[in-house]
Every structure is written in structure tokens, then in C-alpha cells.
């Protein structure tokens, strides 16, 4: 009886196992270790001073580590799962979507905050500060986590613009990038709205160690960086533009908006038929691409005007090709080729704000495709301050942009989006907006 009954429990334990680990295998199914637990291959440290060590199948930020260790590898959407371990009082934090090094990822990119906030030190930090928030962006709630000295699993999701953080199994945070309207945080975060780039883990000097880090790369959700991404269909958020057929929403420009405010509403409506017929001659539609194949300075106007804004645009230049786009009825980002003869050899390229003269006018590094390939800008207007990004690099941080019209007056707080036309051809393609309510909300 004894024995019958052993044997029943070993079936059983067996039974149990061999269930429970085709469950396990379930869970983890579609994801790829990215650390070997002897090297850090396929890692990349960025910074100085003291290094991440590698210690018994365990990546260890030592005491006094400040720099960050990326994976070489980049991802989009993703599911990011991992053990790790604080020491009484630790702080670090996990990156995703960033840049390999140029600043603080919380800003550049975004950062998954890992932090003993049970220890006293800190008791009055933000919400927002909170372990398993994103960073600056949005609090979590409390989570389950063992105390330091303990192991505890994190899963980071990132799908689009929806961020989850989960702690132990239990969500903590669930973030709507495309809700944020808080001016101060849009100014602050510009690279929360990256749709790809590093995941890393961000020394702050204190003793943490990682291990079982694996990623699952999902299916792309239809975002700014989609190579699914076609004019009919604007990523979740934002609005079409330009539909790929024709010019329904642009009209030609008339003046400029001083004098145009100056017309008596017969005066404008003549000018404006005059510009439309302009406008018709010389942006044509085709293939999809909105064309410009004129001789003069005739920009394309949206008939609607816009205050704060995401605006997401493809373009592409010939060789000496000089184009730009206005924000709010002025100009202008700038579009062109600095490589050619007769050109500013000192001007980094596109994505600047050129007609500036009291702030920064030229972008911050030379982000351009060559000549003929399609480039991608993301701008970010939110009151006077603009954020630009060319092909995921972020060229233009928190620049005021002035007003060319009348330069002793702030930019308008409202204008058309034009497409410059400057003698030059220029294609445009893929153009989305996502409006931005104004809310003057403070950080808490």
C-alpha cells in the first residue's frame, strides 16, 4: 500500500512538472535571450569609470557604476521580461526606445524606473519616481515587490505608444503616450514618442544585479515608423494630411499673415483663388507623393490652422534641392542639401530652424539620407518650443522658434502647416498630424 501510493505521488509530481513546464514553455513562447549568463556580448557600454560585470549568470551594476549597458540590438514593439535584485536603498532603471548614449535616456528615450522606495531616503519622491513608473511620464501604482536583497520580475511592454510595466505579475503602469498634454513634460520628454531604438540598464552608482533578461519582438503596431505605414492610414492618434489622390486640404498661399489679416474678406477671398490656381500648375499628385514642380515660392497651405502639434512627414530632394516646412504660417524646418557645390559646407543639414536669429538656427548634427532616398521628419510643436526629429535622430531639443513676420511678437499661437516651395523639386508622402490640446497642467 505503501508502495502503491509512492508510485501514485511520483506520477503525480511528474504529471504536475510535465504540465507546468509546457505552461512555462507557453509563456515564453517567441522569446530570445539577449545574455548568454557568461559575457556580455552583444552589449555596449556608454560611459565611463566603473563597468557592468558578469557574475555567476548574472549582470551586476557595481557600487559606484554610472554608465549605461545597451543591448547592440534595436527594437520597436516589444515585450521585455527580467529578474532583478536591489541592495537596500538601490536605485537604476531599465531604457528602452533609446539612443546609444548623447544624454539621459529619461529624456532622450524613456526609462522604466527600478528603485527601493521602501527604503526612508525616498519617502517624498514623486509619483512619477515610483518603482516601475515610466520615468517623469507616469506614475505607478503600487506593486507587489519583495524587499531588496529578494529577486523580482518585470515585464515591460511597449506597443506602439501604449506603454505597460508589470512587477511580479501585477501591472503598475499603463501609459497612453498619445494622452500626455502636460506642456512642461512634452518639452522635457521629446523621446518618449521614439518608436525604436536601445534597451538598456542605467547605472545611478548603486549595486543591482539582472538575469533571465529575454525579449519578444511583437508584430508592429501601424506607428510612426511603420513600413506598413501608407497614406490612407495615419497611426493611432493622428489625422491624414495628404490622402495620396489629390490636394483635398491645401489650398495656395496668399501673403503672408500679417498681411493677410489686413485683407477685407473680398480682398482675401480674390487672392486666395488666384493662389489655389497656382497651386494646381505646379503641386501635382503622383504615384501617391505630393509633387512640387514650379518656379517660384507658391508654398502648399493646409486649409485648417494648427496650435500645438505632432506632425510627421516624408520627404525627398534632388541634389542642391532647398525646401522646408512652416509651423504655424512661419518659417521654416529646414529641407536641403549641404553637400553640393555653392552650399554652406558648415551647415550640419536638414532639421533646423533657419530663419532664427536670436535662438539656435541650425539642426544639432547631420541626420540626412543621401540625396534621392526618402527622409522622415517628426516635429513637435508645443507653444513656442519645437522638438525635431529626422530619421529617429533627434536634431532640434527644445528650440524656440521665433516669429519671422514681426520678430518683437512670440510665433502665433495658430497657423497653417505649408510645404515650402522654393524653385526647387520636392516630394512629400506619409503626412499626419496629431493635434495636441493646450493644457497648462503642472508636473505633481
Not at 537596500?88 to 532603471?93: D, V
Not at 503622383?286 to 516624408?314: H, I, P
Request: net charge positive; glycine share 10%; hydrophobic share 35%.
Amino acid at each position: 500500500m505503501i508502495k502503491s501510493n509512492f508510485f501514485a505521488l511520483a506520477a503525480g509530481l511528474i504529471f504536475f512538472t510535465a504540465c507546468t513546464t509546457a505552461q512555462n514553455n507557453r509563456a515564453e513562447s517567441g522569446f530570445t535571450s539577449v545574455f548568454d549568463g557568461k559575457t556580455l556580448d552583444g552589449w555596449t557600454f556608454v560611459g565611463t569609470g566603473k563597468k557592468y560585470l558578469v557574475e555567476d549568470g548574472k549582470i551586476v551594476a557595481p557600487q559606484g557604476v554610472s554608465g549605461d549597458l545597451y543591448i547592440d540590438k534595436q527594437f520597436s514593439d516589444f515585450v521585455l521580461r527580467l529578474d532583478y535584485k536591489l541592495t537596500p536603498g538601490a536605485n537604476n532603471g531599465i531604457g528602452i526606445r533609446g539612443p546609444l548614449g548623447g544624454g539621459q535616456l529619461a529624456f532622450i528615450g524613456m526609462e522604466i524606473q527600478l528603485i527601493d522606495d521602501a527604503a526612508p531616503k525616498y519617502a517624498d519622491i514623486k509619483p512619477w519616481q515610483k518603482n516601475g513608473s515610466v520615468y517623469g511620464v507616469g506614475p505607478a501604482k503600487p506593486a507587489l515587490t519583495k524587499p531588496a536583497g529578494e529577486w523580482n520580475q518585470m515585464e515591460i511592454t511597449a506597443a506602439g505608444r501604449r506603454i505597460k510595466v508589470k512587477v511580479n505579475g501585477k501591472l503598475v503602469s499603463d501609459v497612453d503616450l498619445n494622452s500626455i498634454k502636460d506642456p512642461a513634460l512634452l518639452r522635457q520628454h521629446p523621446g518618449m514618442f521614439r518608436d525604436s531604438g536601445h534597451i538598456g540598464l542605467l547605472g545611478h552608482h548603486d549595486n543591482v544585479e539582472f538575469r533571465n533578461i529575454r525579449v519578444k519582438q511583437l508584430a508592429p503596431v501601424l506607428s510612426v515608423s511603420s513600413p506598413l505605414r501608407k497614406n490612407q492610414t495615419a497611426p493611432a492618434g493622428f489625422t491624414t494630411l495628404f490622402n495620396g489622390r489629390d490636394l483635398t486640404g491645401w489650398k495656395g498661399l496668399v501673403a503672408d499673415p500679417i498681411k493677410r489679416a489686413k485683407m477685407t474678406p473680398e480682398e482675401l477671398a480674390k487672392e486666395q483663388a488666384k493662389a489655389d490656381e497656382v497651386m494646381r500648375q505646379n503641386w501635382k499628385v503622383e504615384n501617391g507623393e505630393l509633387v512640387y514642380r514650379g518656379k517660384g515660392f507658391d508654398n502648399l497651405c493646409t486649409v485648417k490652422e494648427y496650435g500645438d502639434f505632432e506632425l510627421l512627414a516624408d520627404w525627398k530632394i534632388e541634389p542642391k534641392g532647398d525646401s522646408g516646412i512652416y509651423l504655424r504660417g512661419s518659417p521654416q524646418v529646414q529641407i536641403w542639401e549641404p553637400n553640393s557645390g555653392g552650399y554652406d559646407r558648415e551647415h550640419p543639414g536638414s532639421g533646423g530652424l533657419y530663419n532664427n536669429k536670436t535662438h539656435p538656427s541650425y539642426a544639432s548634427k547631420h541626420a540626412d539620407h543621401y540625396v534621392g532616398e526618402w527622409n522622415r521628419f517628426r516635429i513637435l510643436m508645443v507653444g513656442e518650443k519645437v522638438h525635431i526629429f529626422l530619421n529617429n535622430q533627434l536634431v532640434l531639443d527644445n528650440v524656440t522658434m521665433e516669429n519671422f513676420w514681426d520678430r518683437s511678437q512670440p510665433i502665433l499661437p495658430f497657423g497653417p502647416i505649408e510645404l515650402q516651395a522654393h524653385r526647387d523639386p520636392v516630394r512629400f508622402k506619409n503626412i499626419y498630424v496629431r493635434e495636441i490640446p493646450r493644457s497648462e497642467t503642472k508636473k505633481k
